[in-house]
């Protein structure tokens, strides 16, 4: 946990940033096996000089129990701060809205959470959008600042 908590501000720039694709990430991937779970880290190194990460991670026996996070690489720390999640189907409750269900779900890191002690991001939302690991992975690129190989070609950026 931060000293100071992110405002929700700082985490909605931190989502919006402009990112690179990490390469590898979009074929078909390679996991390592560990503790009866698929896992994979990719490394995120913007411009501005602020680190991000995308962890995958899914049960070998549920392929319905994955994780594909973004987290920030907090400066000068060890610690990654996780401003999104993407979840596979089980039951959630967001305690201090006393609210559960059980669906696909998307964490957000907030300030609101932060401020009792709570992990960052404990809120979740139920959510339709995704079915599985590879269309969260897709889901959490359209959300969080990803922009296409393509966009930084000479033909798309004007730097012909």
Not at 61 to 77: H, Q
Not at 80 to 83: C, D, E, G, K, P
Not at 86 to 98: A, P
Not at 148 to 160: A, E, H, V
């Given at each position: 946990?931060?000293?100071t908590?992110?405002?929700?501000?700082r985490?909605a720039?931190?989502?919006?940033?402009s990112?690179a694709?990490?390469?590898?990430?979009l074929?078909?991937?390679?996991?390592?096996e560990?503790?009866g779970?698929?896992q994979?880290?990719?490394?995120i190194?913007?411009?501005s000089?602020?680190?991000?990460?995308?962890?995958?991670?899914q049960s070998c026996?549920?392929?319905?129990?994955?994780?594909?996070?973004?987290?920030?690489?907090?400066?000068?720390?060890y610690t990654?701060?996780?401003?999104r999640?993407?979840?596979?189907?089980?039951?959630?409750?967001?305690?201090?809205?006393?609210?559960s269900f059980y669906?696909?779900?998307?964490?957000?890191a907030?300030?609101?959470?932060?401020r009792?002690?709570?992990?960052?991001?404990?809120f979740a939302?139920?959510?339709?959008?995704?079915?599985?690991?590879?269309?969260?992975?897709?889901?959490?690129?359209n959300?969080?600042?990803?922009r296409?190989?393509?966009?930084?070609?000479?033909?798309?950026?004007?730097?012909?």
């Open positions: 946990m931060l000293l908590p992110l405002t929700d501000v985490i720039e931190l989502v919006s940033e990112k694709i990490p390469e590898g990430l074929s078909k991937r390679t996991m390592s560990r503790n779970h698929l994979k880290s990719y490394e190194h913007c411009d000089g602020e680190r991000f990460v995308i962890k995958l991670r026996v549920n392929t319905l129990n994955f994780s594909a996070i973004l987290g920030y690489r907090v400066p000068g720390m990654i701060f996780r401003l999640r993407y979840n596979g189907k089980h039951q959630h409750t967001n305690v201090l809205e006393k609210q669906d696909f779900h998307i964490h957000v907030t300030e609101r959470y932060q009792p002690g709570f992990h960052e991001d404990h939302q139920p959510t339709s959008r995704f079915y599985s690991l590879e269309s969260a992975i897709q889901c959490l690129l959300d969080c600042g990803f296409s190989p393509i966009d930084n070609s000479p033909l798309f950026s004007g730097k012909i």
